[in-house]
Structures are given as C-alpha cells and as structure tokens.
C-alpha cells in the first residue's frame, strides 16, 4: 500500500509516497522508511524540511537519495524524484515533512505535506512474581510496560476490572512506564490472580500474577476401602492454604469398641492425596480413621472417615490363561474373570511375554472381555504368557499365572546366506556351467521345505560382422530339497553375465526373501595405444599398461561393458585430491593379473577416422583367440655358488650395522637437540629428518593426503570410540596421513640467514605464501619478517593471524605486527615458562609496571580479571611517530592458563568455553585474531580447527576433521602438531554433538531449571533426568585405583566402591618402622580455579584416625567441614574432647566451640613434632537429612556453610585446600565441593555450568554424585 498526498492544483501536483506502511502515524519503531516525492516541474529542484528545518544528508538518522527523472506509465510525462530514507525511525523523527518543488531561481513551485508518527507495541517487561502473605499484609504489585504510545493502563482482578485509584503510573522515559498496584490490609478475598495490561494503538499487552493468602490447611475423606487383612486404602482432599511446601499430615486411627485413637507412625508427605495403610490392622475387625492437615498457619480440623472392616481374608486372585488365536505375527490370549467377590479388588491386569531373547510387558484394563492380542511378533516362534490380577488401590499384583506356550506360524524366509556363483568351463566334457552354493536363512521365518534357484543370463558383444548383438539365457528353475545347499546348472552358453535368485520356500509355500548374486569378471580393456606408439606385441597380465590415456582412443572406443571409476581431479591452490561426482566413459585400460585357473580369451579392435574428418570412425574387429589357460609363473634359477651366496649375506648384514649405527648417533643428536628446543619428538618424526639431512636437507612433498568423507553429528560418538581401540589405533593410522609438506609451499624468508635467529624452533617456520610482511625498516635485509602465517576460518568469514610466541629479541616486532595489522584480539595460549623451560617472552606490562615501550609502541596496562583457567587483560597502545598525532588504540588480551605444551587438557569443556567467550568479543570490524602459543602451530593449531569445526558442526551437522586440518596446514606448516591434540578435537566435538551447551546464564537460572524438572505428557522423564543419564554414561577413560584396592589397605576403606584414584590420592609421609603408612582413603579435588582446592575423604575410622590428622598437619588444612553424624556405625568423634588429645606425634589442642543456626564452629590448634602451631576450623553441618540419599529441605544452610568455609580460608591466610568428608566420602562431600565451586563461578562470571562441574566431578573419585 502507498499513502499519497496531493496539492489542491493538479497541473502542478507534488506527491509524497510512503512505501510499504499503510498508515503514516503509526509507523513501527525502529524500522527504516523510506519516503519518496514525485513533482510534474521538469527540471524542478526538490528539497525537504522536517518541523520547518532544512533536512541534509546524513543528519539525525537521514539519508537524501536523488533519483534521474522518470517517466509515468500511465500519462507519459517525465517526473523528479527526490528519496529521503529515515534510518531506524524513532521518537526524534515524529513530526511534519514538507517536500517543496522550486525552480532553478529558487522560486516556489509547489510543495507537498505529510504527518509522520511512531508507534512500539505494547509489552509487559516486568511483572512481580507471584506472592505468598499473611492476612492483614500490605502488598504493592509492580508492572512494568514498553511501548509507544502506552495507553489505557489497567489492573484486572480475576478478570474484573479494578478501580482506578487502586494503582499509580510512573513515566521512566518515552517507552518505559511503570504501574504499581497497591493492595492494602490483605484479607481472603485478596487471593486471586492479578493481570497488568496496557495499549499502544491497536496493540494490547497483558500478563498476570498472583496474590497466595496464606491459611490454614482443610481437609476432607472422600474415600475409603479394606483391600487386604491389614490393608486400608483412603483418598482425600486438601485446601493446602497457599502453602504446600510446609504441609504435613496425621494421620490416627481407632477399632471398634476402643476409646484411644492411636498414631499412625510413618511420614506422609504433603502432595499425597490418597494413600495405603498398611500392617497395623487385624483381620475381620472394623476400624475408623481421621486424618488432620498443617501448615505454617495452624492445623485443620480433624476429618473422620465411615468405619470400614477388614477382610476376612486376602483378595488373591490367578487368572487361567489359554491361547485362543495365531497368525503369522500375533498370538490372541484369553484368561478368566475373577469371581464377583474379588471383582472389585481386579482394576488390571499386567501381561508377560516372553522368547528366548526378549521379554515384552502390557497392561490391560478390567474388562468383561478378556482378551489381549500381541501383534508384530516374529513368525515361527515360541512364546511363554503369563497374566497377573493388579490392583489400582494398592499398585500392586499378585502372583503370576501358570505358562502358556504359544507359537506363531510360518512366514516368509529370510535371504540365504552366504550364496556364492561360479561360472566354469569343464575342459573334459567341454561344457559351460554353472555352480552355486548358500547357507540357511539366518531368519527362516519357520521350517524350509525347499529351495528355489532361479538362473538368467544377458550378454552384449559385437559379432563378427561387427553388429552389437543382445543375447539372453533362461530364465531357469531348479528347485532343491531343504538339506541341500549347493546346485549346478550345466550347459551354459558362454561369455554370458549370469544372475542367480534363492529363496527359501517355507510350509506358507510361498518364495522367500531372495539373494542375489552376480558372477566378478567379464570383459575388460587390457591394452589401448594410438599408432604413433605401436606395438607389435603386448603380455596380457603382466600388470603393465603402455598408453594410459589417450584422447583419441577415448573418443572412438566401441567396447564399453560397464563404467568408468570417478575421475579424479587436482586443484592447484590446496594441493589435495578433489573427487569429482561426474561418471565418465569409457573405461581405462587395466591389464591385471591372471587367474591361473581360468581360461581366457579375448579380440583386437582397430578404429580409423573416416571421410577425412574426424567426426566419423570406422572399426574392425579380429576372430576371438582360441581359449588357452595362462602359464605358471617363471622362475629363474640361481647361478651362484653356495660360498659365494654367504659371502654376500655377510658383506649385506655388515653393511645394515654400519648403517644402523650411524642413524642411531644423528638420531641421538638430534633427539638431544630437539628436546632442549622443546619440540615433540617422535620415531617417525625423527626418521624424517635424518632422511632430510641425508638428502642435504631437501624439502620433501607429501603425498596428496586422502578426500575423507564428513562425519555426521551422529555418528561422531562411534567414529570417536572406533579410533580409540587398540590404544588410539585409529588415531595414530589417521594422524599419520596429515601432509607436513607441500610442493607449491616455500619457506625461503625463513631460511635466511638474517631471519633463521627469529625462529624460536629450527622446524617452525613461515610459508612464503602465507607469511605475514611487516613494514621493512630503513631497507634493512629480513626487517620484514617475523614467524607469522594468516590461515583462514571456515568458509573464510574470519582471519585468523597463527603466530609462535614472541622470544626478547622479536617482541618489538610482534609489536609492530599488531599496530600494522590493526589487530585488537590476542588469543594467548602458553605459560611464560613451562617445564623450567621459556615459552614465551612477557610482551606486556603488569598495573604496577607502569608503561612500558617496545620500540616506538608504547604499552599501558588498564585492567584484567581473572576466571578459572584464563585471564582477561584490556591494554592500551600508542605509537610514538613524529609528525603525527597520537594516536591509542585498545588491545583484549585472552590469556588461557591451563593448556601444556604438545599435551591436550583433560576435559574439553574448558577450551570450548574459551572459544565461546573470544566468539562473543568478536566482530567483523576487529579484523584478524592474532593466535599464539610457543611454537604457534600446536596448541595454536589445536584452537584454530576447533574454532572452524564448531561452526562448521552447527550449519552442516556434520564435520570434516582430516580435511579441516590439511587446509589449515596448507596455510601453515604443522598446525595440530601432536596425536594428543588431534584426539582432542575428535573428542571435544563428540562431547559438543553429545551435550550441547550447558551454560546457564544467572538471569536465567531458574528459567532453565523450571524447563529442565518439566516433563512433557508424552514422555516419562524430566529433561534433567536426562542430562543426568549423559553424566552417567559419559565416556570416560578408565582410571588405576591398585593402591586403594591391595590387600593391605583394604580394612582403611568403608567400601570397596568408594576409593580414591592412583593419580589424584594423597599421599601420606611415610612411618618409620610401619609398612603402607602412606594410604588414606582421601583424593585431591580440583576448586574453581583448577588447582586442588580440596580433599575429599570418608569419615575416619577408629583405626584410621591418626591418618586423618597427620593430613591435616603434613597439608596444612585450614578448614574442615563434617557432613556425617556422630554415634555408632557412623563417625566416631575423632578430636579431643577437652584440652588436647595425641594422635601419632600430632598434637590437637580443643580451643572452643560456637553454635550457628545450621552447623556448629569449632577451633582447634594442632602441632607436630617440627612445627608451630596452626589454626584449625572445624564446621559440622546439621541440616542433613538422616535417610540415605535424601539432599538438605533448605538449601541456605548448605550456602551459608560455603560461604562460611570460603571466607574462613582467605580470613586466615592458609593453605587454600580444605578437607570435606561424609560417611564414604562421596555424595555429600560432593554435593558440597560442587556448590562451593558453582557459586563461585555464578559470582565470578554471572553463569553456571552445572553439567560440566558434575562431570569433571565425577572423573576425580568414585562415586560423587551418583543420583
């Protein structure tokens, strides 16, 4: 739709176009609109006013856009147009717009008017949550509204339209206002749902809450029954008072004849509305209940129930079951009804089938009917039935059936196995057959009476007239008794292409699924060659081929018996085998070996062009070749003497030591050589370069590496655990292909003798090609170059800059690399130092270095913030050139803490993180990433193709991890430089395919937590159940527990299940005199920041107590934090109970105790032989549930330990570990350890990773959170 407005005189009519907005006045905020002004005058000017103010081009969002004349359709008059675009229209652009036509003095034409507004529907930003008070409360409820104009403001109690004075609006800007509802002295009238809502134009807006009065609990029976000699079932309903967190039950019952009403004693939980008491009554004698309810209000009333008698005798009930019907895929059951004083206590019936290897479970509701069919079973099968009467009161069913046996009938046989045909030809009788074997069905679908073998042939050859003749044989039938497997179909006619059908034929006497097979062979082109390269004779099967190719030949060949293989094709720019879709013909010539057994035969065609052209060709054909056998391989017969033999054995195995000998000493230098410049050495690595400096260290060219296929996201996890057989098997064989070399590649900058000391590593260097040029200074030699390669990320949407890590002699020119490239992202990625050894040099100053110059770049450190494995650093650069204004630019330095060099880190999640982090500081304005480790291709590399792959993954569902990594070496030599990391990012993307992202925002924690514990209709399990059954079935390498489980320190383990891992145990300091005094059922765990930030141990035992406390001395432990109950075949009390008690040469001294709301606060001084003494807080919590494997009702008491325990550890200045144990060390401690590290993360990054915290969790001791 178009708006138009003319002028009142039509001969000198200005309009005004709006495009695509039906109404002016109500334009969407934020859209861009463009207005468009026509005027009749021929060569007229146009020019616009806003609100009577001249508008230019790019001014408050304006953009004039002048457009040559045009010409109207439907008149033919030429036309000026003058387009004015608003950009991103808002409050700023509403008013008049005035388009006046003027001539070329300036003098009024004409003009044109039109009234622009905006509008920005309606939303409900903000609503208070829903409210749980006490009567007699004031309560304000807020709502805040965005929109423009918000109009018709108005608060709903159920639907009902509430007085105006009830609520107040507030303006907080043009598109915000905000409405409170005031609800004063709250009564039960006020619990009701409270909806805000609110309008801009046409557009309404709403969204509610709720006012929860909270009151007593009422409740009332609504139906009770004996279902058993000691069972009563009852149901009822409750008004749980707005508040069923707190709601409780008691429950009280009383016989006839007695006055007391005695207490039933086990706990019913406040959202059960029916329930079964059990084991407390007599048989055939009458009782009567009351149930009474209570919250944080009061109690109800006491609801009594009619009185009910118990049954004389338990109502069990066994069906009789018969099989009343069979087909080929279902089976018909049928059982007896129970009689009509058992009728009702049956509401089901539970349904068991059961084969040899499966078992299949139904339920069929009570019925007059009972009958119950299962269907898709397989044919000519045995199947065991059983029923059993179940009852809804109780949920539960009595004893199963007698069983019934039941088999389906028989169907249509499955494929022959193994089926084989063989054509031969019998030089005795000189006759043409054809054999053919098979195997039973492995799914005969019954029992086979016979088989049905069905044999047709079809050749195509070219006669000897030179006609393409069709010919074909059969079809042919033999059928063959069931205990028969093979046939022979004789006189055949031969140079024929057979294909043979078999079936079984089961008692449905109908043909069976068929095997097909064709015979291998037939005719091929075993030699092809123009007559420029003649031959006057040629061996058959000598696998040798004189012309391989020959445009000619190709083009006229008349024999084509089948397809050519796909052409393969080289592309220059990657150097890398490309396979290409199309199929083309005809075939190549293969001169293969012979089969000695076979007999042969074959022709020669010639083809000559024709009529002079070359359009036209001419063939004939030679007589076949008399059939013949090919002839045993020669073998040459050795001339030599048996000493002269020896001799040269032994001259042969003198030479191979000399040889291995001096390989073993350039290997040794070299190894020893290498290993001090840090590079990963391997046998075939090291191979390579003895091979090169034999060869005068000549660059060698990889072999084009194979085109693998793309692995699927499904198909990601078994693509993972078949290359980790066999120790990384797989792995190995695939790393291996990567190309470390390639023709078209140079490194000649590298090379030179001015450069090679800029190279941190002597087989680290520069593709020409690549290589990143720096500016030269004062036309120095090699002043242009510095260890650097641009590699491009996926589909070329980002720049990546792979660079080694700057040594002291090149940081000013790593400097000078970022100024030139305008680089504003450095992704770090090494340790200064790792291994004692240097990495990288510190090209940066700390805040209290102050400024720091490298070269004319001058370096200022503004902030940095540390997360748990890498560190954020805002930098600040200027250059110092004279004649020039100064000029500062803003650097982001990501520094990742925790990756070693050549290794990979244990979990992936880290670095995953880490990538997502830099993704969301990027933009396309930032230019290149500047990436760098040590040598700047390991780690580097690793980084790169993850980045690639990750994105690749999310658009294709699929990922090309061979491929990725040959195209980003293409680009720089070695990137993924070990096996280790090669099999990270194998493994990193299984676990991105597994689980996905599992960071929650803290704006949306419990967003996501609602959605997690939701569980759709359709389905059994919660999301959150899920993502547990991941944790549990995560993959995950097997870890040594042979400490833990040897004979003599199996009495210090509560369980067996529960023991610490070899890698991560704490190690105790040897006893003098005492054998195995090293172990301790306690593991190392690793806080927020990755170092061991805790230990989790079981509680001590009474013969283990002395080793709890010498952890506590020989770690310095700070704090303990007790999550187990004192008393007997629990945890025994393991500190003195006054003063000081000795345990081994450890002294503790008891210095006094406070009680908090939650736990209670120890503190205790211990001493050892060899040291002072040192503080000791001792926290025992007391909010856990007694019954195993319930979790804490309130979760404060839980946070306020953590955050106790945290600020016990900085307040004292100790030792950042702290001990944690529970009964067995596992799912309490666990529990703890996790939340202390959550709530540090959500505090430090404003996000929680709750599955991956579990995980790493998990993969540190047995048996932490296991439910």
């Known amino acids: 739709p178009i708006i138009e407005q003319f002028s009142e005189d039509e001969e000198r009519a200005v309009t005004i176009e709006v495009l695509n907005y039906y109404k002016p006045d109500q334009l969407p905020f934020g859209e861009n609109v463009t207005i468009i002004c026509k005027s009749k005058w021929v060569d007229s000017l146009i020019l616009w006013t806003f609100n009577e103010r001249n508008i230019t081009d790019e001014e408050n969002g304006f953009k004039l856009e002048l457009e040559a004349e045009n010409i109207n359709i439907e008149s033919g008059k030429k036309l000026e147009i003058s387009i004015l675009h608003i950009v991103e229209i808002d409050l700023k652009h509403i008013g008049d717009y005035v388009c006046h036509s003027n001539d070329r003095y300036k003098s009024a034409l004409d003009f044109c008017k039109i009234t622009l507004n905006v509008t920005l529907p309606a939303q409900i930003v903000q609503i208070s949550p829903p409210v749980h008070t006490k009567l007699h409360k004031d309560i304000n409820l807020h709502c805040v509204i965005k929109g423009y104009p918000i109009e018709d403001i108005k608060w709903f109690k159920d639907n009902e339209l509430l007085p105006s004075e009830l609520w107040t609006v507030r303006t907080i800007n043009e598109t915000f206002k905000n409405t ?9 009238k006020d619990n009701a749902t409270y909806t805000c809502s609110a309008s801009s134009g046409y557009i309404a807006a709403n969204s509610s809450t709720v006012i929860l009065v909270l009151d007593k609990p009422q409740v009332s029976i609504d139906f009770i029954k004996a279902i058993g000699t000691n069972k009563i079932y009852f149901n009822w309903t409750v008004n749980d008072g707005n508040d069923p967190e707190h709601l409780q039950y008691t429950i009280q019952y009383m016989s006839q004849g007695d006055s007391n009403w005695i207490y039933y004693q086990q706990q019913i939980e406040g959202r059960e509305r029916s329930y079964v008491l059990r084991d407390i009554f007599k048989n055939d004698t009458e009782y009567t209940l009351r149930i009474m309810a209570k919250n944080s209000e009061g109690e109800s009333q006491y609801a009594l129930s009619n009185s009910v008698r118990m049954l004389l005798e338990d109502p069990i009930f066994i069906p009789e079951v018969k099989v ?83 088999t389906t009938m028989d169907g249509i046989s499955g494929p022959p196995s193994n089926s084989t045909i063989q054509c031969r030809f019998d030089n005795i ?21 016979s088989y049905n073998v069905h044999l047709e042939g079809s050749a195509s050859f070219i006669n000897d007239q030179g006609i393409l003749e069709h010919t074909t044989w059969g079809p042919k039938l033999k059928s063959v008794r069931e205990n028969t497997f093979n046939t022979r179909f004789n006189n055949v006619s031969a140079n024929t292409n057979y294909t043979v059908k078999i079936s079984g034929v089961t008692r449905t006497k109908k043909n069976g699924e068929t095997a097909h097979r064709t015979p291998s062979g037939g005719a091929y082109v075993a030699e092809m060659f123009t007559s420029d390269t003649f031959h006057g004779e040629i061996f058959l099967g000598d696998e040798q081929v004189y012309n391989l190719s020959s445009s000619q030949c190709n083009e006229c060949i008349g024999l084509r018996p089948y397809s050519t293989p796909r052409e393969i094709k080289h592309n220059s720019t990657t150097n890398r085998v490309k396979r290409d879709e199309k199929l083309t013909d005809p075939l ?3 001169d293969g070996t012979l089969d000695i057994n076979s007999n042969y035969t074959g022709f020669v065609e010639i083809i000559v062009y024709g009529n002079s052209t070359k359009l036209s060709t001419l063939a004939t054909y030679s007589n076949y070749l008399v059939m013949m056998n090919p002839g045993p391989e020669v073998l040459a017969a050795p001339s030599a003497g048996t000493l002269s033999l020896v001799v040269q054995i032994l001259c042969g195995l003198v030479m191979i030591v000399l040889l291995l000998l001096g390989a073993l000493c350039v290997l040794h230098h070299y190894t020893k050589q290498a290993h001090a410049q840090a590079v990963e050495i391997t046998f075939r690595t090291s191979l390579r370069h003895l091979y090169r400096s034999l060869r005068g260290r000549q660059r060698l060219v990889s072999l084009n590496p194979p085109d693998m296929c793309p692995i699927s996201k499904g198909d990601l996890v078994s693509a993972y655990v078949e290359r980790h057989r066999d120790s990384d098997y797989g792995f190995q064989q695939e790393f291996e292909l990567l190309p470390d070399r390639f023709s078209d590649r140079t490194t000649r900058a590298s090379d030179t003798r001015e450069n090679v000391y800029k190279n941190r590593y002597p087989d680290i260097k520069s593709y020409d090609q690549t290589r990143v040029k720096i500016s030269q200074i004062d036309s120095i030699a090699g002043s242009d170059y510095i260890n650097a390669n641009f590699v491009m990320g996926y589909k070329e949407r980002k720049k990546f800059i792979c660079a080694q890590g700057p040594m002291d002699t090149t940081v000013n020119d790593f400097w000078r690399m970022i100024w030139e490239q305008h680089l504003e992202l450095i992704l770090m990625l090494t340790n200064l130092e790792e291994y004692s050894k240097t990495k990288c040099a510190k090209y940066w100053p700390d805040k209290c270095d102050g400024d720091k110059s490298f ?24 250059r110092n050139a004279p004649g020039k204004d100064r000029e500062e630019r803003q650097i982001t330095q990501y520094h990742y803490l925790v990756w070693k060099d050549f290794m990979a880190p244990e979990h992936p999640n880290g670095i995953i993180k880490f990538i997502k982090r830099v993704n969301e500081a990027y933009s396309i304005e930032k230019g290149c990433i500047l990436i760098h480790c040590s040598a700047g291709v390991g780690r580097t590399g690793t980084l790169v193709a993850l980045d690639c792959l990750l994105q690749q993954l999310k658009e294709e569902e699929h990922v090309s991890i061979f491929n990725t990594i040959c195209d980003l070496r293409h680009q720089r030599n070695f990137l993924v430089q070990s096996l280790k990391q090669y099999i990270f990012i194998y493994r990193a993307l299984m676990e991105v395919a597994q689980y996905g992202d599992t960071e929650i925002s803290a704006t949306e924690l419990k967003i996501t937590v609602d959605k997690l514990r939701h569980c759709d209709k359709d389905k059994t399990k919660s999301k959150l159940d899920d993502e547990f059954e991941n944790i549990l079935n995560a993959f995950e390498d097997r870890k040594s527990c042979s400490v833990a489980k040897g004979d003599e320190n199996r009495e210090k383990n509560r369980s067996e299940s529960v023991i610490p891992y070899d890698r991560n145990r704490v190690i105790l300091t040897p006893l003098s005199g005492k054998e195995h ?29 002395n080793d709890f406390w010498r952890m506590i001395s020989e770690q310095g432990i700070s704090v303990i934090v007790m999550l187990s109950e004192l008393g007997e075949g629990k945890c025994p009390r393991y500190w003195p109970d006054e003063d000081e008690g000795v345990y081994d040469y450890i002294t503790v001294r008891y210095e006094q105790a406070e009680s908090c709301p939650y736990y209670t606060r120890r503190e205790m001084y211990i001493k050892s032989r060899d040291c002072e003494d040192h503080r000791v807080i001792h926290l025992q919590y007391h909010g856990w549930p007694t019954v195993d494997g319930e979790v804490p009702e309130v979760t404060r008491g839980l946070i306020e330990l953590v955050d106790h325990s945290q600020s016990a550890l900085i307040h004292n200045d100790c030792s950042p570990s702290m001990v944690v144990h529970c009964s067995l060390g596992s799912d309490r401690s666990s529990m703890f350890v996790g939340l202390s590290i959550l709530v540090q993360q959500l505090r430090t990054e404003k996000r929680v990773d709750i599955f991956t915290v579990t995980r790493k969790l998990r993969s540190q001791r047995n048996g932490l959170i296991s439910s």
């Not at 089938?353 to 078992?359: E, G, V």
């Not at 090293?1078 to 283990?1104: K, L």
């Open 429 to 449: 009788s000189q006759i043409s057959f054809v054999q053919v074997t098979w195997q039973a069905p492995v799914r005969p679908h019954g029992i086979i009476m």
């Open 324 to 406: 009343t019907g069979v087909t080929v895929s279902s089976i018909t059951i049928k059982w007896t009804s129970p009689t009509d004083e058992l009728k009702d206590h049956v509401q089901y019936y539970k349904l068991s089938l059961k084969a040899d290897n499966s078992s299949f479970e139904a339920v069929h509701l009570a019925s007059n009917e009972n009958l119950h069919m299962f269907s898709e079973l397989d044919p000519a099968t045995n199947y065991n039935f059983q029923v059993a009467a179940c009852s809804e009161y109780s949920q539960q069913c009595g004893p199963w059936s007698a069983v019934v046996n039941g």
């Open 180 to 188: 409170t509802l005031m609800v004063n002295q709250i009564t039960k």
């Open 1077 to 1105: 005094s090293t172990y301790i059922n306690a593991s190392f765990i690793e806080g927020y920041d990755n170092s061991e930030s805790f230990i989790i141990t079981q509680d001590p035992t009474e013969s283990t107590i």
């Open 588 to 590: 190549p010539p293969f």
């Open 855 to 878: 070269g004319d770049i001058t370096v200022t450190h503004i902030q940095e913030t540390r997360y748990s494995d890498y560190i954020v650093r805002e930098l600040k650069i200027f």
